[in-house]
């Protein structure tokens, strides 16, 4: 194990009917800035719950943030909060209204233009609105961490960038019953994700942290058929919930190496061509299993072994055997799994190999993952 | 999964050559009363690098806290820091002097008599000083949680009462190398238990916080057989001092339902018979997972399935090997898992039934273990 600092002061307010309690957690003095996405929390009753809380409290509302927040609208919603001199955030939605807020917070309090914020790609030292959540999306984690990932579409960009942690955040089950079971999906498989990017490097670097982060893989895996059964299941929604938030807030890298080059191939397939985040790991992962499958094949083949059950006398045999099946997960999801199912060509891999060569990046736990490879893994899932 | 809140804001600084970090955490400005135990600390090393790191801060020593931390010596304590108007405690040792110094923060800050505080039991919305840590012993984690249990040896009477949460605590699993032995397999223990306490209730009700469970259960038991051939092994200390404070720092039990009659007998034990604490489970348990074995069956089932993979087709006599491969655990780390091998008469069991029945207590997660269940579970392990 290495050395590490672990906090995560987010307060998780947890179950059925929850979100009345916003009313006590937000002081009554402050001016609260209400960031929603769509419509959807009109129609499943969120908003009306939201509201309800909020009786009493002075609060202005900002509707629109989009999947993939993108920093031109989120400008829109910086200059609201300046104008009525919000002091507090409570973001509304799923991950991207959260990573969205997220900018808000810090961008309200920053006199220049908020995309720099997002260049200089740490804000956790800088000041920001107190911010808080109710998650209507398990998918991202954004509820207890203090990351971000904001979009310019404008020059099809998108990049991470951290700052504070919410000061609490309601998961209430019920709210998911009514969620597009594609966008269902790629929450699981997001979850799935997030938890493989802090597992799937070396063995041996903590027993307890493997141990954890395969719970949350098992239990994604046991829970997903009965979620795409019954999307009304409120113990399975609740798990999922649960694992999903679990899967990124720090609770399972705790003295163990990351990967996250999946996550950054990932990213230019959104900036790209727009696919929904999880799906785009989905895609991904088998690749980044199989071109890296020297350096991470023992931690493969334990993942397989505890996870899938698979084992076998053949390593590379059965490390394809684990990948298929891994994929074949994503595919029981109705996530289609090959970039050329969904609309990308081969001027996708010469564009992303372009760019990762042009900023030089070199990703994973070892730092191996530069353009070169980055083809091959696309060239593997095409 | 029924309906919780999660809070836990302690931030933990883990590794190695972390005790100069406190030099960093604590502020400048604070009178700091540092509270110890015995004198371990000045051999092994950890006296002189908190010295070290308080250099040009205004601190106090006070040193004594016995284990299982008794209310005379914390009055002094208390005393002290009242004297010297101190703002910041800083626990140096295990899970005694950190639960001690609980109850020494709260009680510098408090009019009355210190023992009023631990009889109201929750004196979480109440006034304390912001305490930190210096683990040396992992164990009860007392490090990264609200609880502690103080003795009045003078009434032979043990009670758990809850405050706030350190600010921060250093684990530097070095510090942990020269434990005794003993102190080392009830540490071990503790942690085992103190997650069966939170697991071992019904099965179904949340996959993810079973699989976390067994996660710590699983590496405990994997790297007991390490510990007890090196204590100088970094890895396995590392895992054991994460492990402890995971064990019961609120992370495994969202959402779940709990137990802890195995806890509140053991309290007995250490305070008619001064038993370590650890050590008290692990003759506790046994009886406990027998005598409940109706209304925990399935649990001990999937826990003797999973953990130690352990099946049969006959239900009983399988929980009867499951039971008796736990004892055998707690054997291998050394401890004696009979009353009567630790000194106890069949009076203990006599005076134990009667508090409880003096008390009216109804511990367990049904409300089921009153004083004649803890008779019959005493006497099963007499």
Redesign the interface.
């Known amino acids: 194990?290495?050395?590490?600092?672990?906090?995560?002061?987010?307060?998780?307010?947890?179950?059925?009917n929850?979100i009345s309690s916003i009313s006590e957690e937000i002081p009554r003095d402050k001016r609260v800035l209400v960031t929603f996405g769509g419509g959807s929390v009109k129609e499943n009753g969120v908003y009306k719950q939201v509201q309800e809380a909020l009786k009493g409290f002075t609060f202005f509302e900002f509707w629109g943030i989009e999947a993939n927040p993108d920093i031109s609208t989120l400008r829109k919603a910086i200059a609201l909060g300046k104008e009525e001199k919000c002091d507090f955030v409570l973001a509304v939605g799923g991950g991207s209204v959260i990573d969205g807020s997220k900018l808000i917070a810090a961008g309200i309090l920053y006199d220049g233009d908020a995309w720099e914020i997002v260049m200089k790609r740490d804000w956790t030292a800088n000041k920001a609105l107190p911010l808080a959540s109710v998650l209507t999306l398990p998918a991202t984690g954004s509820e207890m961490n203090a990351g971000a990932v904001i979009s310019d579409r404008a020059n099809k960009e998108k990049f991470a960038f951290y700052s504070q942690y919410p000061v609490?955040s309601v998961l209430d089950p019920e709210t998911t019953f009514t969620l597009p079971s594609h966008q269902v999906a790629c929450g699981l498989a997001d979850t799935f994700i997030h938890v493989i990017e802090q597992y799937l490097t070396t063995t041996?670097q903590?027993?307890?942290m493997d141990?954890?982060a395969?719970?949350?893989l098992?239990?994604v895996i046991?829970?997903a058929p009965q979620i795409r059964e019954n999307q009304h299941n409120y113990?399975a929604m609740?798990?999922f919930m649960?694992?999903a938030t679990?899967a990124l807030n720090g609770?399972v890298s705790?003295?163990v190496s990351q990967d996250w080059a999946t996550h950054m191939i990932g990213h230019e397939l959104t900036a790209l061509h727009g696919l929904t985040h999880g799906h785009t790991l989905t895609i991904v992962l088998p690749g980044t299993m199989w071109v890296m499958r020297e350096e991470k094949g023992d931690k493969i083949l334990q993942y397989g072994k505890r996870v899938w059950n698979i084992e076998g006398s053949d390593r590379v045999e059965t490390i394809r055997k684990i990948i298929d099946r891994t994929e074949e997960f994503f595919r029981s999801l109705g996530l289609k799994t090959k970039l050329s199912e969904n609309g990308a060509g081969v001027e996708t891999i010469d564009e992303i190999e372009r760019r990762f060569e042009e900023r030089k990046v070199k990703f994973g736990e070892n730092r191996t993952v530069d353009s070169a490879v980055a083809r091959k893994i696309l060239e593997k899932v095409f």
């Open positions: 194990m290495t050395n590490f600092i672990f906090k995560n002061p987010t307060k998780i307010i947890f179950g059925k929850t609490f041996d903590s027993p307890l141990r954890w395969e719970g949350i098992q239990t046991e829970i113990d609740a798990n649960l694992s679990m609770f705790m003295g």
